[in-house]
């Protein structure tokens, strides 16, 4: 509730301010003809000629919007703000008091300063404060002997590395970062089957390090998850090594600074690390997925903690993975893959087209094993300088698709259990047969990486289809 | 003190329950953490003698000061090797 003003005038000041000083001896002569309460934003003893009312924690000055000091105030005697005016004119505060003569030995005109109430320092943590900031997620008070960030690890509520207390002022700085309101329900996360709200993946954000304008990314990834065909729950509770692994697509690629070059998948980037790290921690914090509990992946990954990373559009004329997937070009999107970390494929010799083309499907055939043909999916990242080889061969992406995928035939009487003395492999049954490595659909191409450098990635993927877990694209929305 | 919001579901309770308390202190090890004010081992001695007698094994500790909260490492030290404490608060 707005604490009401009293009638008479009323006027906000702050010693720190050379305007403000201007118009000490004015006060003390209005407050001799009529009514007059001063509040001071910094000091008890300013103004000089008129004792003042104790505003320094600003609560005054921020309910009644000052921005400016000195702000004159006329208060009806109903408690109603009838007029104000902000500075120093001659012209207006003698209109304004009716006082023909007030001012006339001071310049006619000075600009006021600006209100401690905003000041940006201090705005997020008033707006906190008084705001009644809306938030509907449970306050958790640590003791005075507790470490902020011991506390938090604690509660369980880190990956492992240390997290930014999620405090309300910083809440709500990251949802403005988005337009949607705080308690939109974004999505249902398992394996608990929670609802997610706006307001809850800020608030994991936040401790992931994200900046605001991060979040409409995080949204967008968790709507992917908690789809029924990425199928977060699954890719939990399997002991294969996999976990989330995103490719953002679209201009905010480059407004948020994320990095599609040099150590692209490693670390030295704020938004390709943070990104998959809050999505993470919503799962982990909100959906109750955690290692050791639904989560069993038997040695894991490091890129389960969080890995988000931009597709390198502009070093490539081929469209995009997500023009690929459906998406207009130039529009933001985010795509979801179930996939372990990245595994080097080294060719530093091929110059031709079709020798490296060779290569990388003599890679990709070894993905998980040699014997594993159509059951899992896998994401293939190609350098800029083995993408050199065909482009400048004049490959798009199709021809680059048709060629590799051509390769990518099994011939089955290799892999039949026993053959080569290895017990794993196909039944018996299988044999004489040419299986593609891939379902159809199933290898996914991108462009990432550093100027230099013959060597690609692949991140091979976990069970493919609609028992196990389809990549998901989604557009990202502001 | 920081007030921070709840990155949770919000289904388990956000205070940290108090270690349960053992029905008996016969046969547990139970430290005695003097905090380093005047006679405190005096007040320290007898409860240990009594503590003895009741069946328990105690272990003496020391905080360097009683000024500043026990270091994290005596904390640790005593919350593995001890079933229970016992605190000697004042003068």
């Known amino acids: 509730m707005t604490p009401p003003l009293p009638p008479g005038l009323v006027a906000f000041v702050k010693r720190d301010c050379e305007t403000c000083k201007l118009v000490d001896p004015l006060l003390g002569q209005l407050g001799a003809a009529e009514p007059l309460t001063v509040y001071t934003q910094d000091d008890l003893a300013f103004p000089a000629s008129v004792s003042a009312l104790d505003d320094r924690n600003l609560e005054m000055s921020w309910h009644h919007d000052i921005e400016t000091v000195p702000t004159l105030i006329r208060v009806g005697a109903d ?37 401690l109430s905003v000041d940006p320092s201090r705005s997020d943590e008033l707006n906190a404060r008084m705001g009644g900031s809306g938030l509907a997620t449970r306050r958790v008070d640590f003791a005075e002997l507790e470490d902020d960030f011991e506390a938090m690890y604690d509660r369980g509520w880190s990956d492992g590395l240390p997290l930014v207390p999620p405090t309300e002022a910083r809440v709500l700085r990251m949802l403005e970062g988005t337009t949607r309101a705080p308690d939109d329900v974004v999505a249902n996360v398992p394996p608990d089957l929670v609802d997610v709200t706006v307001e809850k993946i800020a608030v994991n954000a936040v401790m992931a390090g994200c900046k605001p304008e991060y979040l409409p990314v995080v949204i967008a990834a968790i709507e992917a998850i908690c789809t029924d065909e990425f199928n977060i729950h699954g890719l939990l509770a399997t002991t294969m090594s996999v976990g989330p692994v995103f490719v953002v697509n679209g201009p905010i690629r480059n407004q948020l600074g994320m990095n599609s070059g040099i150590n692209v998948f490693g670390q030295g980037n704020r938004a390709n690390l943070t990104i998959g790290r809050a999505v993470q921690l919503v799962v982990r914090n909100v959906g109750g997925g955690r290692p050791g509990g639904v989560d069993r992946a038997a040695q894991g990954s490091p890129a389960k903690i969080g890995l988000a990373f931009p597709e390198d559009e502009e070093g490539t004329p081929w469209i995009s993975l997500a023009e690929e997937r459906g998406i207009a070009a130039g529009v933001n999107a985010i795509t979801a893959l179930c996939v372990e970390g990245p595994r080097l494929i080294v060719d530093q010799l091929s110059r031709s087209p079709e020798s490296l083309t060779n290569t990388l499907a003599e890679c990709l055939m070894t993905t998980h094993s040699k014997r594993m043909v159509a059951g899992i999916d896998a994401l293939l990242v190609l350098s800029p300088e083995h993408m050199a080889r065909y482009v400048e061969a ?84 502001p | 003190m920081t007030t921070v919001l709840d990155p949770t579901n919000e289904s388990t309770p956000a205070t940290i329950e108090r270690a349960r308390r053992p029905a008996s202190l016969a046969g547990l090890t139970v430290g005695l953490l003097d905090i380093s004010k005047p006679r405190g081992n005096v007040f320290l001695d007898r409860v240990e003698q009594r503590l003895v007698s009741l069946g328990s094994t105690v272990k003496r500790y020391k905080k360097p000061t009683f000024t500043k909260p026990a270091p994290v490492d005596l904390r640790h030290q005593i919350a593995i090797e001890c079933d229970a404490v016992i605190e000697a608060l004042a003068d």
Do not use: Y
């Open chain 1, 79 to 115: 408690g109603i703000e009838e007029e104000r005016i902000v500075g120093w004119s001659r012209d207006q505060w003698q209109a304004f008091t009716g006082n023909i003569e007030l001012g006339m030995t001071l310049p006619e005109f000075r600009p006021g300063c600006g209100s």
């Open chain 1, 394 to 477: 004049g490959w798009d992406r199709a021809r680059f698709r048709s060629e590799l995928e051509a390769r990518l035939m099994v011939n089955t009487d290799d892999i039949i259990r026993g053959t080569g003395g290895i017990e794993e492999g196909l039944p018996a049954e299988f044999a004489g047969k040419q299986l593609p490595k891939f379902r159809p659909g199933g290898l996914h191409i991108a462009h990432a990486g550093g100027p230099a450098g013959l060597f690609s990635s692949v991140f091979a993927g976990w069970v493919s289809g609609p028992t196990g877990s389809v990549a998901v694209t989604k557009e990202i929305t």
